[in-house]
């Protein structure tokens, strides 16, 4: 009994080995997403953008800043180092439930670069855990609309909104804001949003050439 145990177990390892270096690796189809690309910041590590490129990263998303506090420490050089490289490049603002809408555009806006090449900006959407508040949906919206004019204002471009399963269960912000809409998902392509996505976080945990540790993988919306 004891040996047969053992056997099951074993398998039980091998698979769940085999299936962990399987996602380590997964991208979806080049044949139904054609472009792709990636999410970084700080926490990503010192990125080798020439070898990221070749990889077959088509586009980078650069995070600038969270919330009103916090600029991440890499954008600078990650900015200068996806440009260099010749990918499309865009920042990126993860917003605070805890945070003044105009004191978190104020620290995106002096944090990134006027750049007519630039990609639109990304307003993520998520609830961090350092931040217990939650406002009502009327407040989160009315907050959400100042710091979407004054990013787009700023960029030129239209935003588009990075928004997570639970924010967007709690907030219902694709109803509310008529923006671009980014979603999350590993691996099957979600249907959270009730509008359709034009962008798809489709893994948070690849590994490839020119990072140490996982990355963010995203496509666009054939």
Known sequence: MLVRLGAVLAIIMVLGSALWIYARGWAPNRDEYPTQGVSVT?????????????????????????????????FAANWRGARGAGMRYGAALDYSLCAKAVDQATQFMTTVPRDNAALPPVIRLGFDPSCATRPGRDQVLSELNTLVNLVESHAGKPALLNISPDFDATYDIA????????????????????????????????????????????????
């Open 42 to 74: 700080s926490d990503t590590g010192l990125v080798e953008w020439g070898t990221l490129a070749a990889q077959g990263a088509d586009f980078a998303y650069i995070r600038a800043a969270r919330g009103a506090s916090m600029r991440d420490p890499l």
């Open 175 to 222: 109803s509310g804001i008529n923006r671009t809409l980014w979603v999350d998902g590993n691996f099957f392509a979600p249907d959270y949003a009730k509008r359709p996505w034009v962008m798809w976080t489709a893994s948070d945990m690849r590994h490839i050439d020119g990072v140490d540790g996982p990355i963010r993988w995203d496509v666009v919306a054939p």
